[in-house]
């Protein structure tokens, strides 16, 4: 047998394939509603007894099998064998023979399962509960043949099956909600509930209305919507939806919904539109393949929704454009609420994360002299470009009488590449002008052009004659010197000219293209611009990174950090490795809770992208607290940016904003990180940071924390903040 098969890890990983075939049958690896829906499952105990079955030899095939234990764990290969186990003992009076069905059952799901992983998957499309229909159909197709099979008559006596389970309670519990008035419709979107899991119940359909509006508010607003859209569809049409049979009643609507309306897609307006739209597409491939299906003697179940929704996701990814409107959900985080919360946030957070670093092509504090649309030269295919200068503390570019290039200040300095790249064209033959004068036949003077990437070229020109550096098909680097700036080609005085074009040529239009990090001076204050186009007259930089800041935010996988707790309801020593998991996504872990911490850094920026565990943790606050940090000091400035609300908000604060958040976001958790102190500019042995959390709804103040962060010469020394009235400090542990 294989070596740590009984682990804890793997063990842990058994149980939650176990209860999360469960919770998947609605999209869901929801603890809580994973219970009720067990629970629910065993109101007819033979049938509960079969799917159990089913789910523990699928669970045990996939890691027998050495099948990838994430996925498992989620419950991807079980839901499916789940309800097939249900089906099967719903079906047949339970006996041996049942038994072994089921097993065979379940493993023919399994099998299944995964070949269409395989088979359809690679077009980034999910197999639903296809497996379910198919291996269900072949069973019931076979076992008409066999005789040791007896159907079962366990639904004409309910009470008795309740009353094994549960006595005399569990059957007044039932008959009681059997007997209130409750109105036709909503009876009925019970009873669709129930028949997902085979069952015909009223009771049932509340405990998993309950459980879905405690796993997902949306969810649950979604059902609503797609069954109350096809009873309304069924009602128009002169059908009626209470006299389908009840094996595939309103859950194909059900399912429907909360698939393409917030699982699938991220939820939003159109999302809902597009439910709606599609629903009575579902009722009209629900009665159509039913009449089809009688004469094969077979249910259809949850057909209609398998075809409607891989359909609309399939026709989406042949979009010519993406639409944040309309979003696929790339990461699955297994919550309507938590896809469209972290959607909102990346998308303003990342949305310029895949495009390349460009930077400014200098050191020190520069001035635009034209921008973009600029006064002189910047016009029609020619507009996004930049001029460069350098002004003195007066405003003015040049000493003495300014009638020479030498008396400019930029004259002479350094051209730095704007981000890593190749050269592609060098010109190094022309003559500096005469200050005023022109050089109209060689408009860009001496120039270099980079490529960076693919239709992503840089071009700086007017540099110095004789000053470059490179040669044509060399390698830079970000901040390698390439010339100096000049005074040569189209200049009056001397400047640097940059831009990004697509096409590697001189003379090649501008592309309108953001630097990606940047500091904007004004007077005595700084700010930091992340993605944005610098505008004329604005003083801009480079980040200069601080030491102190760069070693305290640039963390190494295989690092350990330890620190001592203060001032908790109890001293501890909390511990967190730096690791990558196998999507070379870096992560902090702590030993201590379990919890995760994401993390992205260059060498500007260090930033939080997620996190997993428990919010009680240290290395949460930790989270919270050093959300985002620009790896340059400069004092007063203030960072700003904000957090996933699924994230910074308790679920019992957030849970009345989820039922509008598709259409409405009233509740924002905002971050704000202050460059405090730092003990000398030039040679530094201390930096303070102090950050802040705060969460508003309808723009008050529910909540705020205070963070302080303090980094010194052998990096993170202290991060503390206040809870509970308690200020809590970590200290960094001695090496």
């Known amino acids: 047998m294989q070596e740590g098969r009984f682990s804890k890890e793997n063990t842990g990983y058994f149980l939650s394939s176990v209860l999360n075939s469960y919770s998947q049958v609605f999209f869901s690896v929801h603890r809580p509603f994973a219970v009720i829906i067990l629970l629910v499952s065993f109101f007819d105990i033979y049938a509960g007894l079969s799917g159990l079955l089913a789910v523990l030899v699928t669970s045990s095939a996939a890691f027998v099998l050495n099948l990838h234990k994430p996925t498992t764990a989620k419950g991807f290969y079980g839901f499916n064998s789940l309800l097939v186990g249900l089906g099967i003992g719903i079906y047949y009076a339970f006996s041996w023979q049942t038994i072994l069905m089921v097993v065979l059952a379940s493993l023919f799901t ?3 399962s995964v070949s269409m992983q395989g088979i359809i998957g690679k077009y980034n499309l999910p197999y639903l509960s296809i497996p379910f229909i198919l291996a269900l159909w072949v069973f019931i197709t076979a076992t008409r043949s066999f005789d040791a099979l007896g159907i079962s008559e366990r639904g004409i006596y309910t009470l008795n099956d309740l009353y094994q389970m549960g006595g005399s309670r569990l059957v007044n519990i039932h008959e009681y909600f059997n007997s209130i008035p409750i109105p036709k419709i909503f009876s009925t979107y019970f009873i669709s509930l129930s028949a997902i899991l085979f069952q015909y119940s009223v009771l049932s359909g509340i405990l998993l209305s309950i459980g879905l509006l405690i796993y997902s508010r949306i969810g649950f607003t979604l059902s609503l919507v797609g069954f109350f859209v096809a009873y309304l569809f069924y009602d128009l049409i002169g059908a009626h939806i209470t006299q389908v049979d009840y094996s595939y009643i309103g859950f194909n609507y059900i399912l429907t919904a909360i698939a393409l309306g917030g699982y699938f897609i991220i939820p939003s307006v159109r999302s809902y539109l597009w439910v709606s739209v599609l629903i009575p597409l579902v009722a ?12 094969l003697k077979l249910p259809v179940y949850s057909l209609p929704f398998n075809i ?19 979003a696929e959900v790339y990461y699955q985080y297994n919550s309507p609420e938590k896809n ?111 490529k960076h990437d693919d239709n992503i070229y840089t071009k700086l020109s007017h540099l110095e004659p004789g000053s470059i550096k ?66 004329e007259n604005q003083q801009v930089s480079n980040v200069e990174v601080n030491d102190l800041l760069s070693q305290a935010f640039h963390f190494t996988p295989g690092e ?105 976001r009233l509740a924002s958790a905002n971050f704000t990180l202050k460059y405090k102190t730092i ?57």
Request: with cysteine.
């Open 679 to 735: 003990d000398d500019y030039m040679s530094p042995s201390s930096v303070i940071l102090e950050s802040e959390m705060k969460n508003q709804l309808a723009g008050r103040t529910l909540n705020t924390i205070s963070f302080k962060i303090k980094t010194g010469t052998r990096g993170l020394d202290e991060f503390s903040f206040s809870k509970k009235g308690m200020e809590i400090k970590l200290n960094r542990c001695e090496d």
């Open 110 to 112: 399994f099998f299944i």
């Open 284 to 295: 009209i491939l629900t009665i159509s393949l039913h009449t089809i299906f009688l004469e």
């Open 340 to 450: 469209l919360y972290i959607f909102l946030n990346n998308a303003e957070r990342f949305r310029y994360k895949f495009l390349r670093q460009i930077k400014l092509p200098f050191y020190g504090i520069w001035s635009v002299s034209q921008g973009h649309n600029g006064s002189y030269t910047h016009k029609g295919e020619w507009r996004h470009a930049w001029d460069f200068v350098i002004l003195d503390k007066e405003g003015k570019q040049f000493k003495n009488s300014g009638d020479f290039p030498e008396d400019y200040f930029c004259y002479g300095k350094p051209v730095i590449a704007p981000d890593n790249g190749t050269v592609e064209k060098v010109i190094d033959n022309i003559e500096d002008n005469i200050i005023g004068e022109v050089n109209l036949k060689s408009n860009w003077g001496n120039t270099i052009i980079l």
């Open 560 to 664: 350990i950090l330890r620190f001592d707790v203060t001032g908790s309801e109890k001293t501890e020593t909390v511990s967190w490795e730096v690791k990558v998991n196998p999507y070379n996504e870096t992560y902090l872990e702590c030993s201590n809770s379990g919890a995760i911490a994401y993390f992205d850094q260059d060498e500007n920026q260090f930033y939080f992208t997620y996190f997993e565990g428990k919010k009680s943790s240290m290395l949460y606050y930790f989270f919270l607290g050093s959300y985002r940090i620009q790896k340059g000091f400069y004092q007063d400035l203030e960072l700003k940016d904000r957090y996933p609300l699924s994230l910074a908000y308790p679920v019992q604060i957030r849970c009345f904003h989820d039922f509008i958040s598709p259409f409405v």
């Open 470 to 535: 490179v040669s044509e098909g060399e390698t830079v680097k970000y901040g390698q010197v390439l010339a100096s700036c000049g005074n040569t080609g189209r200049s009056p005085y001397p400047h640097l000219h940059f831009q990004v074009q697509e096409f590697p040529f001189i003379g090649s239009a501008t592309m309108d293209y953001p630097i990606s990090n940047y500091v904007l001076h004004e007077g005595k204050s700084f700010s930091f611009q992340t993605h944005k186009r610098p505008q």
């Open 308 to 326: 409607v929704v891989l359909l609309f996701i399939y026709v989406l990814k042949f979009r010519s454009e993406y639409s944040y409107s309309l």
